[in-house]
């Protein structure tokens, strides 16, 4: 099946200091990819929509300004939290679908662990 | 967007068949059903997708009455490393349609 990488894998930062998330569909085109975000034991919670050539649409309750979306190209997108904060640490997950193979199946990529000294 | 429904936990033994059923009475004409599964600092990982009656693959199988308000997904001859969350989702096939997870089901494997 396609696949999504992120990175990094994990990262470390003190507080106040932005990090960037990669996010690539390796081996398809994504005109569309999605950011999540899971705290330990909960479930997925959708973020933004990342729109290739367009503005991020962000979820309630998520602050644009805070967690800025980049989608450049069609294989990448980018999620920066800036002025990160102890409560920023958490679990983030890209994904994207990939309709070249004719179903529905959303593909996911292997998180980013963030922590916020 | 259909909400989901699922149990928050089950339990099951190795060599058993599990059963899991999720709620999705608002579910829309053109939505699809998909399951996954999440392994802790995982992202969630692809197990079938159907959209009326039933779909087997080399992993599960899935039922899916006439009404499609429902569906369960099975598990055959569980084993330890099927100890995950199950997540049901309810979507449309649109490269934009966005997809809402619910709290998932924890199934524990135990020998």
């Known amino acids: 099946g396609a696949v999504v990488s992120q990175h990094p894998s994990r990262v470390i930062c003190k507080s106040g200091t932005s990090v960037k998330i990669e996010c690539r569909s390796l081996d398809f085109q994504a005109t569309t990819m999605f950011w999540y975000r899971q705290f330990p034991k909960k479930s997925l919670m959708l973020m933004a929509t990342?729109?290739?050539?367009?503005?991020?649409?962000?979820e309630q309750g998520v602050e644009k300004d805070k967690f800025l979306i980049n989608h450049a190209s069609l294989t990448l997108s980018t999620l920066t939290v800036t002025s990160a904060h102890p409560e920023d640490s958490s679990f983030y997950i890209c994904?994207?679908?990939?309709?070249?193979?004719?179903?529905?199946?959303?593909?996911f990529g292997p998180g980013t662990r963030l922590t916020v000294l | 967007l259909a909400k989901t429904t699922q149990p928050i936990s089950m339990d099951s033994y190795e060599g058993q068949e599990v059963n899991i059923t999720c709620s999705h009475n608002?579910?829309?004409?053109?939505?699809?059903i998909t399951w996954y599964q999440q392994f802790p600092s995982q992202g969630p990982r692809f197990i079938i997708q159907?959209?009326?009656t039933k779909v087997t693959n080399e992993v599960a199988s899935l039922f899916i009455p006439a009404d499609r308000k429902s569906s369960t997904l099975s598990l055959p001859r569980v084993s330890l490393s099927d100890t995950a969350v199950y997540y049901c989702?309810?979507?449309?096939?649109?490269?934009?349609?966005?997809?809402?997870f619910g709290s998932g089901t924890r199934l524990s494997i135990r020998p």
């Open positions: 159907g959209y009326k």
């Open positions: 990342s729109n290739e050539g367009s503005k991020a649409t962000y």
């Open positions: 608002n579910i829309a004409t053109n939505d699809y």
């Open positions: 989702l309810v979507g449309a096939y649109s490269s934009a349609s966005k997809i809402i």
């Open positions: 994904s994207a679908r990939d309709l070249g193979t004719g179903n529905n199946e959303q593909f």
